[in-house]
């Protein structure tokens, strides 16, 4: 008997402003229509909910392999989200309160038959900088404060720290801080917005020269190659944006028992696809929203880390 094609809802930034070769989302848009996958495209402007039912104004999409011509958009149409069968919520953050209003119209829709990735409620209790505070056996000595004063005091005591927003990506407003930096104050009081909201400080790990590596794990299990984002001369920051080399490598020892430890954890919360940042032996971030990297390891080890993707999908469908 023919197997019926699966409807996909993709949401994510605009399709138009990617960057193809380096784009996790349209390697998962490619891989879903190389099986045959009937895609509705969605920005967050076109989800709504009426009557408590979640809806959407989606686009039909065609994609390419080709960085200068990936994508054609068809046809639009009114659709109930719980029509879908699976939706991948791929919008970048900033993760703001409407990001989480998103959540609750993909919560209407997971309740409607739809199998959201990642599942809505992990979206919003999956904090990627503070969701470390559950695994801190594994992660570097981490500070969550609204106070300056705090701040100051474990830069103190550690000699040099990293310090960040709670919501940021990319390598957004991430400063390395040494211990007698006359600029540690204005950077406590820009983060924190003078005591009115949380920031986070961790101790330094002098192994990011070697790279901040980002691992992917698929319900629950990593792919069994890294991609180390080594900084540039110029600047701390292991963020392909921020310029760093991206370099793949196979996971460590210590990578390996991190993934053990976290991957359960992610499996029974619905997370399908998650990307963690390790520097050294310790994790430091956990990204559940749109983790990348698929691209630039495929390329390197020859994979197909979008058809393990949709593998567990189509898993996760059946068993619905």
Same mark, same amino acid.
């Given at each position: ?193 003078? $005591?009115?909201?949380? @920031?986070? /400080?961790? %101790?330094?790990?002098? *192994?990011?020269?070697?790279? !901040?590596? #980002? +691992? ?21 920051? $292991?963020?392909?944006? @921020?310029? /760093?080399? %991206?370099?793949?490598? *196979?996971?460590?020892?210590? !990578?390996? #028992? +991190? ?38 390891? !495929? ?22």
């Amino acid at each position: 008997m023919a197997v019926k094609p699966l409807k996909i809802g993709m949401i994510m930034d605009p399709i138009a402003s990617i960057t193809p070769k380096k784009d996790s989302s349209l390697a998962m848009l490619l891989e879903a229509q190389r099986r045959g996958a009937e895609i509705h495209y969605f920005e967050q402007h076109d989800l709504s909910m009426l009557s408590g039912k979640a809806m959407g104004s989606s686009t039909r999409l065609t994609v390419r392999d080709d960085d200068d011509d990936w994508f054609e958009l068809g046809a639009r149409q009114d659709i109930a989200l719980g029509e879908l069968d699976a939706i991948l919520m791929r919008k970048d953050p900033p993760f703001d309160m409407e990001y989480i209003y998103t959540t609750y119209i993909l919560d209407r829709a997971e309740q409607a038959g739809a199998l959201i990735v990642n599942k809505p409620q992990a979206l919003r209790d999956m904090n990627e900088k503070a969701y470390t505070a559950w695994f801190p056996d594994h992660t570097p000595l981490t500070l969550v404060t609204r106070s300056m004063a705090d701040m100051k005091a474990f830069l103190a005591k550690e000699g040099r720290a990293v310090v960040k927003p709670l919501d940021g990506m990319g390598g957004r407003s991430i400063f390395v801080v040494e211990n007698g930096d006359k600029n540690a104050n204005v950077i406590f009081e820009t983060l924190t917005d003078y $005591g009115r909201q949380f @920031a986070m /400080a961790q %101790a330094y790990i002098p *192994e990011i020269v070697a790279g !901040d590596k #980002r +691992i992917l794990l698929i319900d629950g299990v990593a792919v069994p190659y890294a991609l180390a984002r080594i900084p540039t001369g110029d600047d701390n920051r $292991g963020n392909m944006v @921020a310029g /760093a080399v %991206a370099k793949g490598q *196979e996971l460590s020892d210590a !990578d390996r #028992r +991190i993934c053990d430890v976290i991957g359960p954890v992610l499996r029974e919360h619905g997370v399908l696809f998650c990307g963690i940042d390790v520097i050294g032996d310790y994790m430091t971030e956990v990204n559940v929203t749109s983790p990348t990297g698929i691209r630039e390891l !495929d390329r390197q080890f020859d994979l197909n880390i979008a058809g393990l993707m949709f593998d567990a999908i189509e898993n996760g469908i059946s068993a619905r």
